[in-house]
């Protein structure tokens, strides 16, 4: 009898993304499993590391902006990110995470699991 051994599961991340509706569109039509790519205006794509400052995000501009605010949470795998050094964005807990547009699809690709929806604002 044989035995197979189980796959590792690579240590993830958890980030979070505050967004609006048309790119929540977008992620929907990718299957949940990976981000648009960015507008040309749009050089950076930025996951935020705390829950609180993606609601803030999400509740105070994308509702402003857009009608709706979403927050998505999603894992990435820990040694990929160790890349993109943390960034200072405000305060001692707005951190985001700058990910070169270019370099998107290779974010995507070591995303784990789905990206999913955790706080809907209207």
């Known amino acids: 009898m044989s035995s197979t051994t189980p796959t590792p599961t690579p240590h993830t991340t958890t980030l979070w993304r505050p967004t609006g509706p048309d790119e929540l569109d977008l992620v929907r039509a990718l299957d949940w499993r990976a981000w648009p790519p960015r507008l040309p205006e749009q050089p950076i794509f930025y996951p ?13 501009w994308n509702v402003k902006h857009s009608g709706a605010g979403f927050v998505t949470r999603f894992e990435v795998d820990t040694e990929f990110l160790a890349r993109y050094p943390v960034r200072q964005a405000g ?32």
Request: proline residues 2%; negative net charge.
């Open 48 to 60: 935020v590391l705390n829950e609180d400052y993606a609601i803030r995000i999400a509740r105070d």
């Open 91 to 122: 305060g001692q807990t707005i951190l985001e995470l700058w990910v070169p547009a270019e370099e998107l699809d290779e974010f995507n690709a070591h995303i784990v699991g789905r990206i999913e929806v955790v706080h809907t604002f209207r």
